[in-house]
């Protein structure tokens, strides 16, 4: 089992910054493949960044490429995404995720199936104002 935790959320103007975090525990097999999905009202889920905490490879969204970045702290157990440039279309709820996968699946899987991910945290809400 792994359990994840969200912190980090605010509501913020358009070209502001937030660093997101998210504490895993658990077990670590449960957690190669740890991830940011976003949700806004009325759409369906969109997987923003990934880590292989393996090896630390990362991959981005169309959407957040060059503003967001996502890294880890080992010792923490923790994975944090910062996002730069805000705009009100990054308006939505984000959710840490994590799954065992390898590091193509990991990779494939953020943008095409989250619900392949099999652990996932309640969320925290971020809000960009124009």
């Known amino acids: 089992q792994v359990q994840l935790v969200e912190s980090g959320g605010a509501s913020v103007q358009a070209g502001g910054s937030l660093r997101l975090s998210c504490a895993a525990s658990?077990?670590?097999?449960?957690?190669?493949?740890m991830g940011w999905f976003r949700q806004a009202p009325g759409k369906g889920r969109e997987g923003v960044a990934v880590i292989y905490t393996g090896d630390g490879i990362t991959y981005y969204a169309n959407s957040v490429k060059g503003r967001f970045t996502i890294s880890q702290d080992n010792a923490k157990n923790t994975v944090y995404m910062k996002m730069n440039s805000l705009k009100p279309e990054d308006t939505a709820m984000y959710y840490c995720?994590?799954?065992?996968?390898?590091?193509?699946?990991?990779?494939?899987?953020?943008?095409?199936?989250?619900?392949?991910?099999?652990?996932w945290g309640k969320g925290t809400q971020v809000t960009v104002s124009s």
């Open positions: 658990g077990v670590t097999s449960g957690r190669k493949c």
């Open positions: 995720a994590a799954d065992g996968f390898s590091l193509p699946s990991c990779i494939s899987l953020i943008s095409s199936d989250a619900r392949a991910f099999g652990y």
